[in-house]
Every structure is written in C-alpha cells, then in structure tokens.
C-alpha cells in the first residue's frame, strides 16, 4: 500500500522559512520523480516543483511562483522527499502535498500539511 505522510507546515509571517517533510513508503520510491503540489483556499491543486530520480541527475524544476524561494531535496535512503521554503508569502498559504511524478501511484496524496503565511 502506497503511503505518503507529510509534516512540517505551520503558521508564519511573511518572509520566515519552512522545510516541509514527505515520507513515502509502499513503492520503490528511489525510481520515482517526485512532486510538490499545494492546494490554495478555494483554489484546485496545483505544481510546486518535481525532483527526477538519481539516475537523472536529480535533476530539478519549479513553478515560476517559487522558483528562487522554493528548493526540492530527496534522501532515497530514508524514502523522504523535502521542500525548503524561503521568504514565504501570503500567497504561499496552501495546503502542501508530495506525490509521484509519474507512473502507477501518480494520483497518490497523504494527507498534506497546512502551511499558513500571515501577519
């Protein structure tokens, strides 16, 4: 059973950073891409960044929204996949979700985890 458990979100001011954690288990994580995807109030799902398997270089991509701010890591030892988020912003509040980039397990979600961005 494919399992994916999210952690780290909180509520912060603008411009504080977060590093939000992603453990995955019940697939052979190592040879998936991985994604980060959020979900804004009222909004639908969408693209943060994708991380590509070490074979690929690890190769990675982001969204115009966070490129700069946002960095993508994984740790295929630990089966987890990170997202460090510097100088966050209003607009970053979502709720953040990891998933496969590709494959059988593609619409896998846990449960998220809230990440709220106020003053």
């Known amino acids: 059973e494919v399992r994916l458990v999210e952690s780290g979100g909180d509520l912060v001011q603008p411009g504080a950073s977060l590093r939000l954690s992603c453990a995955a288990s019940?697939?052979?994580?190592?040879?998936?891409?991985m994604r980060w995807l959020r979900q804004a109030p009222g909004k639908g799902l969408s693209w943060i960044s994708t991380?590509?398997?070490?074979?690929?270089?690890?190769?990675?991509t982001y969204a115009d929204s966070v490129k700069g701010r946002f960095t993508i890591s994984r740790d295929d030892a630990k089966n987890m996949l990170y997202l460090e988020m510097n100088n966050l912003k209003p607009e970053d509040t979502a709720v953040y979700y990891c998933?496969?980039?590709?494959?059988?397990?593609?619409?896998?979600r846990g449960q998220g985890t809230q990440v709220t961005v106020s003053s």
């Open positions: 991380i590509k398997t070490a074979d690929f270089g690890s190769l990675t």
């Open positions: 998933a496969p980039a590709g494959g059988p397990y593609v619409d896998e």
């Open positions: 019940g697939f052979t994580f190592r040879s998936y891409s």
